[in-house]
């Protein structure tokens, strides 16, 4: 027997009715079976169903013996290249930020070259090619001055994920100082003092300190679905049928 929802719920717009994309540590779709907006769904650890690719399992070996006999069919990254489910995880935006960091950086090396030639100011051509280097370079800057935000919700933030968390926190770089904001949302306080251990075990105090200083990472609490959808407890039975 198979249970499908027979209502669809409502949440907040301005924090989750607008989303791009969701990146799902779940192996089921919570999401599409009760929300009412269709969105692209990637599931990082697979999903259940007639061609599941579920992955379970630890974050590294850390024992000897187990290196020694090669169990890393017991790692999740083993599992994740294995069943191809690793490469998704913002890939896009990934690539997107290290090429256009590659270029602030070659421009300016270049436009820094400029700087030292005495022809810059005698020699108009010269001139010209400079203006039009800043320009550039000005341009490309622009061009990435969107923000991306990003919604944490249900995840533990354990260390058996370590590596996704290291990568969204990797994105505000050097040369683009702000290209990412991270809200992660809360059950209660005992599980927000949970996720910001988790995250300074993972991540160290000065990463995490700067973040929160900047305001690139902020904590909130759930929304309140019962609230919102003005549940009672007779609804409940309304939720699902055969």
Known sequence: MQLKSTIKLKLI???????????SFNYTDPYSNFYRFKKDIEFLHGRTGVD???????????????????????????????????????????????????QVKSLGDEINSYLDNPSLSVDVYFR???????RDYGLLKRSFEGVYNIKI??????QSDENY??????????????????????????????????L????????????????????KPNPNIVEINN????????FYEE
């Open 128 to 134: 010209s090619m400079y203006d039009a280097k800043i």
């Open 13 to 23: 717009a301005d924090e989750f009715e607008n989303l791009d994309r969701i990146y």
């Open 52 to 102: 599941q690719n579920i992955v379970l399992g630890i974050s590294d070996l850390n024992n000897d013996y187990l290196i020694k006999i090669k169990a890393y069919g017991f790692a999740k990254y083993h599992q994740k290249m294995y069943k191809n489910t690793d490469y998704i995880f913002l890939s896009e935006i990934i690539n997107h930020f290290y090429y256009t960091e590659r």
């Open 153 to 158: 919700w249900g995840h533990s933030l354990d």
């Open 200 to 219: 300074l075990a993972i991540l160290g105090n000065k990463l995490i300190e700067k973040w929160m200083k900047k305001s690139w990472l902020k904590f």
């Open 231 to 238: 549940i009672q407890p007779v609804d409940l039975i309304k």
């Open 165 to 198: 968390i290291k990568e969204i926190f990797s994105f505000n770089g050097e040369f683009i100082e702000q290209r990412c904001d991270v809200t992660i949302f809360y059950f209660n306080e005992n599980a927000k003092f949970d996720l910001l251990s988790n």
